[in-house]
C-alpha cells in the first residue's frame, strides 16, 4: 500500500514511543543499580546515566532510520558514533586524572525514605557539567551521527534551533529535579528529563526533509557495480560508483516528484553528468529494458533561510526513450533493407536480364554444354532472390505480429522431398547431392508452409556453406515425443563457440538481413522453430562441416 505523507508525518508517535521505551529500560536498570545502597555505586550511575544518555539518542535515531526508511546503515561508521564518541565523553569528564579534579563538583549524601542518595551543590562546575553534557550529548552527538553514518550536512538554521531549545528546556528540568531534596532520586529516574530532547530529535529528523528522500528510496533500489560513473544515491550525495536498479518497489516514480534540497548541493557539472549517464535496469521489466530518467533544475534563493538550492524534478522518460530506440533501430533496419535490394537484390536481376539477353541472342551460335551452363547460373540467381524475399516477406509480417500460424498433420518425407526439390537447383550449381537418410516416416501436427520454410533455409545453408563436389545430408526421427530434424554437410572445421554464437540473436542482428549469410534466414528458423514451442541447435561435424539440429513436439490432430 501506497505510504501518503500525512501517514509518514504520523509515524513520529511511533518515533517517540521507541525512544522513551529505551529510556524506561534504562531506568529499570538503574533502579536495580541503586537499590545496592553503595556510595560508589552511586557515583557509577551518576556517569552511568551520562553513558546511557549517549547510547539512547543516536542508538533509536538508527533505529528509525531502519524501520520506517528500510535502510541498511553503514555498521562501522555507526559502531564508530555510539560507541567510540560516549567513551571519550565519560573518559573525559569522569575518569582522566587531569580532568577529574577540574570537573568534579562537591555533593552530599542524604537518605530518602531510607534509601542514601546524593544531592549536587550548587557551583559554576556544577552549572558547566550540566550544559557541557547535554549540549555534547544531545546537540553535538546527533549531529555527529546522521553526518557520519549519512553523510548528511547541516545547513539549516531552524534544525538547529529546535535541538538547542529542547535542550535548553532539558537543562532546566534536570537542574530542577537535582535541586528538590525529597523528589530529586524520582524525578531523575523518570522520563521527564528526556522528553523535550526526545520530542526535539523527532522533530529534527522530519526536519530533513526525509519525506522526499523515503518517497525515492521506496521507489528504486541501488546495488554497486564494477564501472564507475556519476549517478546520485539516496542521502544528498555524489558517489563515484555504477548503479543499477535491483527492483521496481511498490510505488511507480511518479513524474514531477520534487526533490527539492535533496539535489541542492550539486554542482552544475555534477547535475549534467547525472543527466548523461542516468540509466537504471529493471531487471524483471519485460526484454531487459532501461527505466530512463531525465533530471530538470531550476536555481532558487530563499531568502528567509539565506540560502541558494536547486529544486530538481526526476521525470520518468522510459517510454520516450523505448519509443526513440525502436524507431532508431526500424530506420537502421531499413537502410539496411534498402541497401541490400538495391545492391544484392537487383544485381541478381540483372545478371538474370544479362544471362537471358544473351542466351536468346546467341542460343543458335552456343552448344548445348554452355547453355546448360548459363541456365544453370540463371536458375541459382533466381532461386536466390526468392528465398531471400521469401524470407524478407516472412521476416516483415513476424515484426508487424500479422504472421499467423496454420497447424496440420502431414508426413515429415513429404516435406523432406518437397523441400529438396526447391533446393536442388542450388545444390546442382555447387555439385552438392542432398541425400535423405529418413529411415522411418511419421506425421507430425505443424504449419507445413512454416516447417519447409525452416527446412529450405537450413539446406540452402549448409549447401552454401559447405564444401563443393560433397554430399547434404537430412534426417528426421522420432525421440521422447518429440521430432528431430538434423541437416549437416562437409567442409571446414567451425567450433562450437562460434555455432554457439549463431543463436544469440542481438549479436546476429548486424547480419540478419544479409542474403549471403545465415543471418537472416537463421534468425526466421529460430523465431519459427519457438514458435513451435521447440528447440534449434548446431554442433561441429566429425568429418569438418557442421550440423544443424531443430525439434518440435509430436502432436497429432
Not at 573518559?91 to 542514601?116: K, M, N, Q, V
Not at 530538481?312 to 526513450?321: A, Q
Request: charge should be neutral; proline fraction near 2%.
Amino acid at each position: 500500500m501506497q505510504r501518503t505523507a500525512s501517514h509518514f508525518k504520523h509515524s513520529g508517535s511511533k518515533t517517540l514511543f521507541f525512544i522513551l521505551l529505551g529510556y524506561f529500560i534504562w531506568c529499570f536498570s538503574a533502579l536495580n543499580i541503586i537499590q545496592l545502597h553503595d556510595m560508589d555505586l552511586l557515583v557509577a550511575f551518576t556517569r552511568f546515566k551520562f553513558i546511557g544518555v549517549a547510547f539512547i539518542c543516536p542508538l533509536w535515531a538508527l533505529i528509525f532510520i531502519h524501520v520506517f526508511f528500510k535502510e541498511q546503515i553503514k555498521l562501522t561508521k555507526t559502531l564508530t558514533t555510539i560507541i567510540l564518541t560516549p567513551a571519550a565523553v565519560i573518559a573525559i569528564t569522569c575518569w582522566l586524572p587531569f580532568t577529574r579534579d577540574y570537573f568534579s563538583y562537591d555533593f552530599e549524601t542524604i537518605t530518602i525514605h531510607g534509601i542514601t542518595t546524593i544531592k549536587y551543590k550548587d557551583g559554576p562546575i556544577f552549572y558547566f557539567h550540566v550544559i557541557y553534557t547535554y549540549l555534547l550529548l544531545y546537540t553535538g552527538l546527533f549531529f555527529l551521527f546522521i553526518k557520519l553514518v549519512f553523510s548528511k550536512t547541516f545547513k539549516y538554521r531552524s534544525q538547529a534551533t529546535v535541538i538547542l531549545i529542547s535542550t535548553g528546556f532539558s537543562i532546566f528540568a534536570d537542574t530542577y529535579a537535582m535541586t528538590v531534596d525529597e523528589n530529586y532520586r524520582w524525578l531523575q529516574l523518570t522520563p521527564v528529563t528526556l522528553l523535550p530532547s526526545a520530542l526535539g530529535l523527532s522533530f529534527a529528523l522530519f526536519k530533513f526533509e526525509f519525506l522526499d528522500l523515503y518517497l525515492l528510496s521506496r521507489n528504486i533500489a541501488f546495488e554497486n557495480t564494477k564501472n564507475p560513473i556519476f549517478v546520485f544515491d539516496k542521502y544528498n550525495t555524489l558517489k563515484n560508483f555504477n548503479t543499477q536498479a535491483k527492483e521496481l518497489c511498490h510505488n511507480e516514480i511518479r513524474a514531477g516528484i520534487n526533490l527539492d534540497r535533496v539535489f541542492s548541493f550539486l554542482s552544475d557539472e555534477q547535475v549534467a553528468k547525472i543527466n548523461d549517464n542516468i540509466s537504471i535496469t529493471i531487471p524483471h521489466l519485460e526484454h531487459d529494458r532501461c527505466r530512463y530518467f531525465r533530471i530538470e533544475y531550476d536555481l532558487v534563493n530563499k531568502k528567509k533561510d539565506s540560502y541558494q538550492g536547486k529544486i530538481i524534478t526526476l521525470l520518468d522518460t522510459t517510454k520516450e526513450k523505448v519509443l526513440t530506440n525502436e524507431l532508431e533501430e526500424y530506420i537502421a533496419l531499413k537502410n539496411k533493407l534498402l541497401s541490400i535490394i538495391s545492391h544484392d537484390v537487383l544485381g541478381n536481376i540483372n545478371s538474370l536480364n544479362s544471362l537471358s539477353t544473351q542466351l536468346f541472342e546467341k542460343v543458335d551460335e552456343l552448344d548445348k554444354e554452355r547453355i546448360k551452363r548459363t541456365l544453370g547460373v540463371m536458375s541459382y540467381s533466381s532461386l536466390v532472390s526468392k528465398d531471400f524475399l521469401f524470407n524478407l516477406l516472412h521476416w516483415i509480417k513476424g515484426q508487424n505480429k500479422t504472421l499467423e500460424i496454420h497447424k496440420e498433420e502431414f508426413s515429415v518425407l513429404d516435406l523432406i522431398e518437397r523441400c529438396t526439390k526447391e533446393v536442388g537447383p542450388i545444390g546442382h550449381s555447387r555439385e552438392v547431392d542432398i541425400v535423405n537418410k529418413t529411415e522411418n516416416n511419421f506425421k507430425i501436427l505443424a504449419d507445413p508452409n512454416i516447417m519447409a520454410l525452416i527446412t529450405r533455409n537450413l539446406l540452402s545453408n549448409a549447401i552454401k556453406h559447405g564444401a563443393r563436389n560433397s554430399n547434404v545430408e537430412i534426417e528426421a526421427k522420432q525421440e521422447n515425443g518429440t521430432a528431430i530434424f538434423s541437416i549437416s554437410n562437409k567442409g571446414d572445421r567451425v567450433s562450437n563457440a562460434f555455432l554457439n554464437s549463431l543463436f544469440e540473436k542481438e549479436k546476429s542482428k548486424k547480419n540478419r538481413l544479409s542474403p549471403d549469410s545465415i543471418g537472416m534466414g537463421l534468425n526466421l528458423c529460430i523465431d519459427f522453430v519457438e514458435a513451435h514451442e521447440g528447440k534449434i541447435w548446431a554442433t561441429p561435424n566429425e568429418d569438418g562441416g557442421s550440423v544443424f539440429k531443430f525439434s518440435i513436439p509430436i502432436q497429432h490432430a
